[in-house]
C-alpha cells in the first residue's frame, strides 16, 4: 500500500513504525537543535531538512530509520558508518546503529559543506 501524501514532518513521522517514529524523533531534535538556520520540510514526500539547500532527509530501508545526507560523498565519514556507497551524492547513517554524537559530528560537517558551497555560488 502506498504512503499517503504527508502534509508535514509530523505527519511523515507519525505515519512511521512506532520504533522508527522515536528514531527519527530524536534526529530531528538533533538536526533542529544544530542550527537556528534549519528548516524543515516535504519534498518527494519524505521529510527533508534545508540548510541554505538541501542537508539532510530520514528514510526507511529494510525496516531501518536512515538520515541520508544529500552531499554524502563530499564528507569525510571519519567514523567509517556511511552506507550507501554505491549512491553517486547520498551517503546514508543507520540511527539505530550510530550513538547521537557522531550524528551531531556529521551535521555539523554537512553544514560546513553547504556554507562553502553557498559562498562559490555567491562569488
Do not use: H
Not at 541554505?52 to 529494510?62: G, M, N
Not at 556529521?106 to 555560488?121: H, P, V
Request: charged share 30%; proline share 3%.
Amino acid at each position: 500500500m502506498p504512503s499517503p501524501k504527508f502534509r508535514d514532518i509530523d505527519d511523515f513521522i507519525g505515519y512511521q513504525d512506532p520504533e522508527i517514529q522515536v528514531k527519527f524523533y530524536e534526529a530531528r531534535d538533533l538536526i533542529n537543535n544544530s542550527s537556528l538556520k534549519i528548516r524543515e520540510c516535504i519534498k518527494y514526500n519524505t521529510a527533508f531538512f534545508m540548510y541554505s539547500t538541501w542537508l539532510c532527509y530520514l528514510s526507511i530501508e529494510k525496516k531501518q530509520p536512515l538520515l541520508c545526507f544529500t552531499r554524502g560523498n563530499l564528507m569525510s565519514d571519519s567514523e567509517n558508518v556511511f552506507e550507501g556507497l554505491e549512491l553517486k551524492l547520498i551517503r546514508k547513517i543507520n540511527l539505530n546503529i550510530v550513538n547521537q554524537e557522531v550524528v551531531e559530528q556529521y551535521l555539523q560537517e554537512a553544514m560546513m559543506i553547504n556554507e562553502q558551497i553557498k559562498k562559490r555560488k555567491n562569488g
